[in-house]
């Protein structure tokens, strides 16, 4: 006949594992019944699989952010820590520096023409962790139902708005995301003649003119929340009238279209 198994509440593993704390004679017993570390055993590990949650959390961090899922993600191993992707050295559309560095002509009968060559060029990606730690006490710990709700949400969320702000703000060099706004690919519209703070149409019509030809099918305006009441009473003059630029359908009762200039717009 077996011997009956050995169960140990998880406070008393937490408790045996502070400097000084108070060991239950059950994990002493334990200790003695295993030859080794093992997944059964609490004590011996088992609590550090946590698989399942982790999963969870990570999930709830593409939902809770805003921008994530817009991005275009790359899957790489397991065991790899960066990433190279070979990309073509494009830095402007002017002569010679199309795809490159590759120059066309028109040219005549037996007209000679100077050779050309495309430049490629390497971009090297680290990975960064994206982490939040939160302390509890042995007393928190043994309440741990009631916190589980809270830090499921909290965390997540938490960590979704550093993403989002990572991918707007972030510096790059070592210290995370490269952003939007420190990126070489950044493109700057001046605000118009007499502009203050408010968002007038002849800018929204001079930003959109700067979007690259063909990103149309993806682009969306991203803007702050106080933008909204500017975009609300926002019109394009003609004549002596106006002309509404962006206005909620069925009138200010129903929902807005949230597009301008038929590309979605998200307040971030």
Known sequence: QGKPELTVPEEAVIRA??????VDQRLHDI??????????VPSDGSFLVQTDY??????????????????????????????????VDETSRVSGSRHGGIVGYW????????????KFRQIDMLLRKLAALVWLTDELIEDASALDGFLRAAVPSELGFMLDDGIIRGIGAGEGM???LNSGSLVTVAAEAGQHVSIVAENVVSMYSRLLPGSERTACWLIN????????????SVGTGGAP????????????????????????
């Open 31 to 40: 200790r003695a019944a295993a030859s080794g570390l093992t997944e059964s």
């Open 178 to 180: 490269l952003g939007i």
């Open 245 to 268: 630029i962006f206005q909620p359908s069925g009138g200010l009762s129903a929902s807005p279209y949230n597009q301008l200039l038929g590309l979605p717009v998200i307040a971030i």
């Open 54 to 87: 982790q999963k969870e959390i990570l999930t709830s961090v593409f939902q809770t952010s805003l921008l994530a899922n817009r991005c275009r993600r790359i899957q790489i191993s397991g065991n790899s820590n960066s990433i190279k992707i070979n990309g």
């Open 107 to 118: 040219v005549g009968e037996a007209d000679e023409i100077t050779k050309s060559k495309p």
């Open 225 to 236: 929340k106080n933008v909204l009441s500017s975009l609300y009473l926002m019109s394009l």
């Open 17 to 22: 594992g502070v400097t000084g704390g108070q």
